[in-house]
């Protein structure tokens, strides 16, 4: 073999690494010429077109130039919220429909006195509760004495439709006995009539105080349930 020829594949490696060396000085002149000339646009291009660059010879990666980067546009995702169901459960003062209402109206229309005062009374009274009673002995919805309930034709104390006529009835005379005053009926049907003659008012009983104060309030919230204050 001829030693001329044995160049190895060292020396082909090199010649190779020469060329390409060469290539990019030759790019370099030509982006510097394109970057002074006067003509300038399009220079380059032409240049590059003769020297077979464009379209990737390996001057191009010996540039290191980068292939243009392509982003996946980011598709939103809907997040969809389960509707919570809600219910309302209209059971406290002024808020919906009244625990025996029709038998609150009815008796109330019966005597003339204000559904949402009874109302407000029988919360105060028991809280809308027929089983309750109280130590004194008072018992049903408006906690009316035996004696008491006895007298108004009751029966049954622990009947709501009774006990809400009773009350309804004695409401309504301790509002005739007391010319329509409310609180004063009010305090009559807690602390009785006499009483409220004694101190020509509201009695000083705290307990009695309490009462009228908040029979009057839990009546205000249940004025809407009843259209307004008769």
Request: net charge negative; proline share 8%; aromatic share 6%.
């Amino acid at each position: 073999m001829n030693p001329a020829e044995d160049i190895g594949p060292s020396s082909g490696g090199i010649g190779a690494a020469s060329q390409a060396v060469a290539r990019v000085a030759e790019l370099r002149s030509m982006i510097e010429a394109v970057e002074t000339g006067p003509s300038g646009k399009g220079s380059f291009a032409a240049a590059l077109a003769e020297t077979n660059v464009v379209g990737g010879s390996g001057a191009t990666a010996a540039l290191g130039e980068a292939a243009p980067v392509t982003s996946t546009p980011t598709v939103p995702t809907a997040t969809t919220t389960a509707a919570v169901p809600t219910t309302s459960k209209p059971t406290g003062p002024g808020h919906g429909a009244v625990p025996y209402q029709s038998l609150i109206e009815e008796s109330c229309a019966k005597y003339g006195v204000d559904p949402a005062l009874l109302a407000g009374l029988i919360e105060q009274e028991s809280h809308f509760d027929p089983t309750v009673g109280s130590p004194a002995g008072a018992q049903g919805l408006t906690e009316l004495m035996p004696e008491t309930a006895a007298s108004l034709g009751v029966t049954d104390p622990h009947d709501p439709a009774q006990s809400i006529d009773a009350g309804a009835r004695l409401l309504s005379e301790k509002l005739a006995e007391f010319g329509g005053n409310t609180e004063l009926a009010l305090a009559a049907y807690n602390a009785g009539s006499g009483a409220v003659q004694q101190y020509n008012g509201i009695p000083p009983y705290p307990e009695t105080q309490e009462y009228v104060k908040k029979v009057l309030a839990y009546a205000a919230n249940y004025a809407n349930s009843f259209g307004g204050a008769a």
